[in-house]
């Protein structure tokens, strides 16, 4: 098993930026991809950002590309999700996600992921 808890999310005026944090624990070697996705009121859980554990790989979603920047720190078993120039659109609660090894399919995709967070909440004033 694996615990992911975020932190970091708050309001914010546009053109700001937050950094959101991921701490996972627990069976962390086992991890092979953490993700971030994002959740509007009245909308589908969307793909944000991702990173490979290992290698660090990153992908961003053509939303936050040239805005967003995931990165990860592997001592400290933490992912994070740098937001700049936010947007009101950009408003959702958002959250982290690990996939194991072995996990198939689009790492864009939330059948990849085994572990969830409880989600931050993100608000960008106009």
């Known amino acids: 098993q694996v615990q992911l808890v975020e932190s970091g999310g708050g309001l914010v005026q546009a053109g700001g930026s937050l950094r959101l944090s991921c701490a996972a624990s627990g069976r962390t070697f086992t991890l092979l991809t953490m993700g971030w996705f994002r959740q509007a009121p009245g909308k589908e859980r969307e793909f944000v950002a991702a990173i490979t554990w290992a290698g660090g790989t990153t992908f961003v979603s053509d939303s936050g590309k040239g805005r967003f920047t995931i990165s990860r720190d592997n001592a400290k078993n933490t992912v994070y999700l740098k937001m700049n120039s936010l947007k009101p659109e950009d408003t959702a609660i958002y959250y982290c996600?690990?996939?194991?090894?072995?996990?198939?399919?689009?790492?864009?995709?939330?059948?990849?992921?085994?572990?969830w967070g409880q989600g931050t909440q993100v608000t960008v004033s106009s």
């Open positions: 996600a690990a996939a194991p090894s072995g996990s198939r399919g689009s790492l864009r995709s939330l059948a990849f992921y085994d572990y």
